[in-house]
């Protein structure tokens, strides 16, 4: 099996938009045969990228999820990502010094900033220096242990990267929130990195698809207090969440629709 393989794309993205689905659904939206299906199935399922029950296919709990190889998420919801992207970059100017936060969301603005005017760029992620390594962007890669999960580096020797530098804005992605509206990942040192990183900008700027605002990991790394703007998709977010936004004055930008932006 190849992770380029376009079936393999369109199960995993499908799967993301509609949690569970059956071998003969997947076999007419593809156009081809339950057997061809059962053979992508199959391997996926020997990766533990996706789980069969009785005949229908479902992506591992949400949780479970957040730990899916960085090749394969990168392939799910790419249209949002890219929506997301497009609005992120826009809002970076020729030679700003910003920070860009490890993921595929994030890694959909690097692709966004390629032909951009250059910039100053600090990340953690090594899918993005390598990305814009031919670029005329100023990349800095901070060092420290990598986590193969996230092809990032993260520890005390990332952390202290941030923590010397100053940047104009940091774009940061998440596996969850709090009811509060309280940044969480699911690994401790991705969580203290990314608190180096908002520590470092004067101005941070989340941005996460809508689901990423339904569910919750363990480790919180910022206030919402601290948050500036946030980047995401339709449908509209869950009120006790745009109830934060708003007492936090913070600017909500559906990235996804031409209606723009709302501000609270």
Not at 157 to 184: C, M, P, R, Y
């Amino acid at each position: 099996m190849t992770t380029t393989n376009p079936r393999i794309q369109y199960i995993l993205s499908a799967l993301m938009d509609h949690n569970m689905m059956t071998v003969s659904e997947l076999s007419e939206k593809l156009g081809v045969s339950t057997v061809t299906v059962r053979k992508d199935v199959r391997a996926l399922a020997e990766q533990n990228l996706i789980v069969r029950q009785h005949g229908k296919v479902m992506l591992p709990t949400s949780g479970q999820q957040n730990y899916l190889p960085f090749q394969m998420r990168s392939m799910t919801q790419s249209e949002e990502k890219r929506c997301i992207a497009a609005a992120a970059a826009a809002m970076i100017e020729k030679n700003d010094a910003i920070i860009l936060d490890s993921g595929t969301t994030t890694l959909a603005i690097a692709d966004q900033l390629r032909g951009c005017s250059p910039v100053n760029l600090a990340t953690n992620s090594v899918s993005i220096a390598h990305l814009l390594s031919e670029s005329n962007h100023m990349i800095s890669l901070a060092g420290g242990q990598m986590l193969n999960h996230s092809m990032c580096t993260a520890g005390p020797d990332a952390e202290n990267f941030f923590h010397s530098i100053q940047a104009e804005k940091a774009f940061i992605g998440i596996s969850g929130v709090w009811d509060d509206l309280s940044l969480t990942t699911g690994l401790r040192p991705e969580a203290a990195t990314k608190m180096a990183m908002i520590q470092a900008a004067k101005k941070v700027i989340v941005v996460a698809a809508n689901d990423k605002f339904h569910r919750s990991q363990m480790f919180n790394f910022c206030a919402a207090d601290k948050i500036d703007v946030i980047i995401t998709t339709w449908p509209e977010l869950p009120p006790h969440i745009l109830q934060q936004i708003e007492r936090h004055h913070i600017q909500l930008i559906y990235a996804d629709t031409k209606q723009g932006d709302a501000q609270a």
